[in-house]
């Protein structure tokens, strides 16, 4: 069983101009739509979309972790929820058909005493085969919780997916993460490493590697992926599109990637190819969108070994 772990959940919400964003007047959206997300839920909702069954852990609170419990038990998502007293965040995504803005609401505080709660769900699951660690943390959580959480898996044999942005990812190697999912703007904030070409995409993924991650998926928006499992280096062009939001976009081609390699066919180029073309077609969408384009834009995209 894959459980994921959103820290910090949100509700999503969307807004289309069909004309250039303009200040110190009234911009009216001729669409609006909302969406219970997070890193970590987007991967139970995608993963749930193809067949894969997870459960989802997080923090929620107030009016809006009360509506994102119903809206994703209502999507068929089996949630174990701890229950925070401050709102969770909404976050607001705005495209004016020229350019993309993002607002991120600021999350829920969550204390000490719910932290340790979270920390006993998780150390007392009897299930669990995989846990996926997504997002950012709230107020009130150090990094130091990541140490804490993974210990946990280590102890009980757990392997751990880490799809963070933190500084903290690159101590957290020391662990053998079973995966890794950083993009090339997260590679050069959290190490420092700067991709200009291919060449570059091969040493970091070795460096990855040989700090400790087992299997590295590097997702590099329209420039494609790669992926390095400590044998062989694999690249998967993308789809062409018309971008509407990359929001969702690298979380619901994590997903579609673990649900083809772990529990379908476990073919890795076949994995490479659906991940793909799941991210692009999320990236034209609000949200995750219906997906329903994944399986065309499937044939689209083409793998090779790089090395």
């Known amino acids: 069983m894959i459980y994921t772990l959103t820290t910090n959940p949100s509700i999503d919400m969307y807004l289309k101009l069909n004309k250039k964003m303009e200040s110190k007047i009234v911009n009216r959206s001729y669409e609006t739509t909302y969406s219970s997300n997070g890193k970590g839920i987007n991967l139970s909702l995608v993963l749930n979309h193809y067949g894969v069954k997870s459960k989802a852990l997080g923090f929620f609170g107030g009016f809006s972790g009360k509506h994102m419990i119903e809206d994703l038990t209502q999507n068929g998502i089996d949630l174990i929820p701890v229950i925070v007293e401050d709102n969770t965040r909404i976050n607001i995504f705005l495209n004016d058909t020229f350019n993309e803005f993002k607002i991120s609401g600021e999350g829920s505080y969550v204390n000490k005493e719910k932290q340790k709660e979270m920390l006993e769900i998780i150390d007392n699951l009897e299930d669990i085969e995989y846990l996926c660690i997504s997002g950012s943390l709230p ?164 793998t090779r070994i790089v090395m």
């Open 139 to 302: 107020k009130g959580i150090d990094v130091s919780y990541y140490d804490e959480i993974l210990k946990i898996c280590n102890k009980k044999n757990i392997e751990f997916i880490l799809d963070i942005s933190s500084s903290k990812l690159k101590d957290l190697l020391s662990y053998k993460p079973f995966l890794i999912k950083p993009n090339d703007e997260e590679i050069k904030d959290i190490f420092g490493i700067e991709i200009k070409n291919e060449e570059d995409i091969i040493n970091v993924l070795k460096y990855l590697n040989e700090q400790g991650a087992k299997n590295i998926l590097l997702t590099l928006g329209d420039k494609g992926l790669y992926f390095y499992n400590g044998s062989n280096i694999y690249f998967a062009n993308a789809q062409k599109i018309k971008l509407l939001s990359s929001t969702c976009a690298g979380d619901s081609a994590l997903a579609a990637f673990l649900s083809k390699l772990l529990y379908n066919n476990k073919n890795l180029e076949e994995a490479l190819k659906f991940a793909s073309a799941t991210g692009a077609n999320v990236a034209e969408s609000s949200g995750i969108g219906d997906l329903k384009k994944v399986e065309s834009y499937v044939q689209n995209i083409k």
